[in-house]
């Protein structure tokens, strides 16, 4: 089977560390051991899914400074399909501060980069794509982004999504998360099913049958950080809808590879590969 696969959206130029603890105000913190890499809602869930048998398309934004051509170098070595466009203005950066306890605290330096459906990238290749993965913001995009098989969106875009009139396939969060926390009754058009992770307690799905939940996996080394784990997650489940996995084994599958990235700080270490499941 091959596949083809789409990641719309942003891609932060991230530097992330180790903290004591996150700055009380008028603090001042020193990363321990920090490292930068493309990160972002749209730049985790990218890497994930180069870590997969599928033909991967990038659509995202990169500015014109040292930053943004250090997205687009790195970017460039990873062998996927990039469709970039160049902005006239900084690329955003990104602070993440990983406290003892695991947790991420970020710091978003500018707006982030989205495309937006006037640049000139091939948004009419879609229509043969398996599945997209948007993160980004324009509900044009997103409704190009509609002529995938199946399209999944990331919760937060909900704004984006009640914009473009489309109905996704899935809309994918955290539970734990207020900006994304949801139910499908909230969207002005109710996806086909709400799937949102739970950390440990694993997870709920919702679709007009009604509620099921899906178990997390076992608990990952200790000692790592959060950063990564819910884009993981998301591009995890974008492959397996795309490879016809019924959408409950798609979540437990995915979960495996949520909790991979927790055992370290750069999630791209910890991502597992995504295997087609056998047939």
Do not use: K, N
């Not at 700080?265 to 991502?271: E, I, Y």
Request: overall charge negative; proline content about 9%; hydrophobic content about 45%.
């Amino acid at each position: 089977m091959s596949l083809r696969i789409a990641v719309i959206g942003h891609v932060e130029h991230v530097t992330i560390g180790r903290v004591p603890a996150v700055p009380a105000p008028g603090a001042i913190v020193h990363l321990e051991g920090p490292r930068s890499f493309p990160g972002g809602g749209g730049g985790v869930a990218f890497w994930q899914l180069v870590r997969s048998p599928a033909e991967l398309h990038l659509f995202t934004a990169i500015g014109d400074d040292a930053a943004g051509d250090a997205v687009a170098a790195e970017l460039a070595t990873s062998g996927a399909h990039l469709h970039a466009a160049r902005r006239a203005e900084p690329h955003t950066r990104a602070i993440a501060m990983v406290d003892p306890a695991g947790e991420r605290t970020i710091v978003v330096v500018g707006e982030p980069l989205h495309p937006r459906a006037e640049d000139p990238l091939p948004w009419g290749a879609l229509a043969g794509f398996d599945a997209a993965y948007f993160t980004a913001q324009d509900p044009a995009v997103l409704r190009a982004a509609r002529a995938a098989r199946v399209l999944v969106v990331a919760a937060r875009r909900q704004p984006s999504l009640a914009a473009s009139g489309v109905r996704a396939d899935v809309v994918v969060g955290s539970a734990r998360d207020p900006r994304e926390a949801s139910r499908r009754a909230d969207y002005a058009v109710p996806p086909a099913a709400l799937v949102l992770t739970d950390g440990a307690r694993g997870g709920r799905i919702e679709t007009e049958e009604g509620l099921a939940v899906f178990e997390a996996p076992p608990s990952p080394p200790a000692g790592g950080g959060a950063y990564g784990a819910g884009d993981s997650f998301a591009a995890a489940l974008t492959f397996f809808l795309a490879a016809g996995v019924p959408l409950a084994e798609a979540c437990a599958r995915a979960g495996h590879h949520g909790a991979a990235v927790l055992g370290g700080l750069d999630p791209r270490a910890g991502q597992l590969r995504l295997e087609l499941p056998p047939r």
